[in-house]
């Protein structure tokens, strides 16, 4: 997830300086780096690491670009110290304090819930954020995919991250990430057919159609993205033919990028809207909410953790707040197990 979470803070795959000026000012989880002037101050943490309460406080943290040092213990609520200080108390007490202690970027709204009189339904936010993290996976995997072809099967010489290891190496990690979101994309494509799809097709049954057949042209170039991947995995480093192969995969990642952004715009703008348009009750809310994370599976357990990595912060707390609405205890507290540790 975001550094106030890691063990050990992995770099994302080096890039190119064309690629790192393209590259959007939002800053995800992954990319979160502390504020000059909170440099100098480290929060300690005290709380149980499976509490949606302490990984809330977290995020609200990492948000600020604060330091933390976060110590698992069985104290919930969780207990904040600075200094000679130490708070603990409600979410939203903590919060203020938060609020109060580091103004710089506010967590505004301040305390805003997903599940507030007159939000979205919460599955369309649900999905809403999960376009979010696919859509940061997948400039990721762009601007890391425009490095490696503009390097030659090269190493970089400077700045290398020893985890990434040589150019082979290097590959097949790159194989493994887009494994990951490939393998996330597909599961909230089955999420929408199985559980939103039914409900728009009893608002309109040719929006539900098209929806299904943009899936349909999606699914071969995600695929196809796979395939080019495993085969430059065979191809010797630097030759003309693994540079060939490596530029024409970036192109064809571009596409999948523009497609994904409009399909995502377009649900957003002309085919979620009828969900909302629907008026579903609370108790039913609830239930799709619960449909809809079943159908992530993997993406709520292994996945996890890349998951998170495509949001803000501030998203992640809205996450947070979705998965608690299930008041499943056993639900939550496995996937917040699969958020590694400082």
Known sequence: MGNCLYKKKKSPPPVSAAAAAAKPKKKSTAEIV??????STTVRLYGSPISPHTAYIRFALQHK???????????????????????????????????????????VPLGKRVVEEGAKPWVVTLTALQHHSMTWHVE?????????????GKRR??????????????????????????????????????VLFPILNSADPG?????????????????????????????????????EAFSNLSKRLKSLLEHCKEHFIEEEIQ????????????????KVLEQSLDAM???????????????????????????????????MSSMLQMIEEL
């Open 140 to 152: 990721r995997m762009v601007r890391w995919s425009e490095d490696l072809s503009a390097r030659g």
């Open 65 to 107: 670009g604060v330091p933390v040092k976060f110590t698992p213990s069985i104290s919930d609520p969780p207990l904040i110290e600075i200094g000679s200080e130490r708070v603990s108390g409600t979410r939203e007490s903590l919060l203020q304090y938060i609020e109060a202690k580091f103004p710089h970027a506010p967590l």
């Open 297 to 331: 599976q993997g993406t709520h357990s292994r996945l996890f953790n890349f998951f998170l990595e495509g949001l803000l912060p501030v998203d992640a707390m809205q996450y947070l707040d979705l998965v608690a609405m299930c008041h499943d205890e056993e639900r």
């Open 207 to 243: 929006i539900c159609k098209a929806a299904n057949e943009e899936h349909a042209r999606h699914l071969p170039i995600m695929n196809g993205i796979k395939e080019d991947i495993k085969s430059i995995g065979v191809l010797d480093n630097g030759s003309p033919a693994y540079q």
């Open 271 to 286: 085919v979620l809207p009828y969900i909302e348009a629907t008026e579903l009750s609370k108790p039913k809310q609830r």
């Open 157 to 194: 010489s400077v700045g290398i991250d020893p985890s990434v290891g040589t150019p082979r190496m290097e590959v097949k990690k790159f194989g493994r990430s887009y494994s990951q979101l490939l393998e996330m994309m597909l599961e909230h494509a089955q999420m929408e057919e199985r």
């Open 34 to 39: 502390p504020h000059d002037h909170h440099s």
